[in-house]
């Protein structure tokens, strides 16, 4: 009788000691064998790691302004994805659970939560905001999809080689015509088009009160405002969104087509590992450059990009309604019970971006 398929994680588990196996569950997103929850998340802790790490941002900026040239682009850049992190885990995070009603326990505060953090980060109104998400639940990756025609738009679509794929990724994360329309239409959605009107007073407000400090601190305070918020918000956090969207979905599976049933729908959705298997060989080079891997590639997109339970992706998708912030545990518990429902693509970001993109990579499964 044959021996049933040892998984990833339990190759890691096996293969690695146990004082690192909470940081791979980190990583990964998937506990290991008879792994327990020692802490648990909820809504407020995720809300306030977002500020956490908007706060470390401005320090590091702080700290990179006190440096000569030499460590100041490198210690800026930090300080930039800190912010942006921070920026980004208030949206996918807690704007993204405010829209399924899953921060706060009645509507209206889930409503009053939503409409003040996307007036402060500058995205989609609250309300229009949900109508686009939930869109996005009843027929994923369909040509309606919002997300599907702002990839389309980045010319990812089509790409059906990993070369082809990489360049234009890299393109688009580096354009200055992306950030400019991106940042554009934030600024239309909330200073033109934002409904009902007392969003758009909101919009107006937070800009004034953006502005005034000015009146007090003179022309200095502007070049502050941009390198402390202005740039973290609008090319941080835009790189972010982008690769966190490229890599959200097999976006091209199904042609764009309207999907029905939970069968094909479950098949647009995977689990993003942040985390190599377990090298073939047991090596110490081998070893090494996992480990390089994984600190210097996985641990980043994990920390700055696939933030929280972004990750379990698939999970959301599957069970809207779970227990979102112990996603990580709240996972392995359905997956049992629904093996079927569940997909995981490991080997980081740049596998994401392949299964979520190259219609070739679809074919061969």
């Keep these: 009788m044959n021996s049933p398929k040892r998984s990833p994680r339990d190759e890691l588990s096996d293969r690695l000691p146990q004082f690192v196996q909470s940081f791979i569950t980190w990583l990964s997103g998937i506990p290991c064998r008879d792994q327990r929850q020692t802490f648990k998340m909820s809504p407020a802790i995720v809300f306030l790691v977002g500020i956490l790490f908007i706060t470390m941002g401005f320090i590091i900026i702080y700290e990179a302004m006190q440096q000569g ?21 208030l949206d996918v995070l807690i704007v993204h659970q405010s829209l399924h009603g899953k921060v ?43 997300d599907v025609i702002y990839l389309k738009s980045a010319c990812i679509a089509g790409v059906n080689n990993r070369k082809a794929l990489y360049r234009q990724v890299l393109k688009t994360v580096f354009s ?32 004034f009160l953006l502005l005034s400090p000015a009146l007090l601190f003179g022309p200095s305070y502007f070049f502050s405002l941009l390198l402390y918020w202005l740039i973290p918000l609008s090319v941080g956090f835009q790189m972010s969104n982008f690769l966190y969207t490229a890599t959200e979905h097999r976006w091209w599976l199904f042609n764009n087509e309207f999907v029905i049933g939970n069968e094909k729908r479950d098949q647009l959705t995977f689990a993003r590992i942040c985390c190599n298997e377990a090298p073939s060989r047991t090596t110490l080079l081998s070893w090494a450059v996992w480990w390089i891997y994984a600190i210097f590639i996985n641990m980043p997109v994990r920390l700055f990009i696939i933030v929280g339970d972004t990750l379990q992706h698939d999970l959301h998708h599957v069970a809207p309604n779970c227990d979102w912030a112990n996603s990580t545990f709240e996972r392995q518990s359905y997956q049992q019970r629904t093996p079927d429902r569940f997909a995981e693509v490991w080997g980081g970001i740049t596998a994401h971006l392949c299964e979520g993109n190259i219609q070739k990579i679809y074919e061969n499964k």
């Design 69 to 89: 040239w030499l460590a100041l682009v490198p210690v800026y850049i930090l300080g930039v994805s800190f912010v942006a992190s921070g920026t980004r885990r």
């Design 176 to 207: 200055p015509v992306f950030h400019f329309q991106f940042t554009l239409n934030r600024l239309k959605s909330n200073l033109i088009s934002a409904t009902p009107w007392y969003r758009l007073f909101m919009s107006w407000t937070y800009v």
């Design 104 to 146: 706060l326990k009645d509507k209206k505060g889930n409503e009053a939560l939503g409409e003040i953090l996307t007036t402060l980060l500058f995205l989609t109104p609250y309300k229009s905001n949900r109508l686009e998400h939930l869109g996005h639940h009843r027929s994923p990756c369909d040509e309606n999809d919002v």
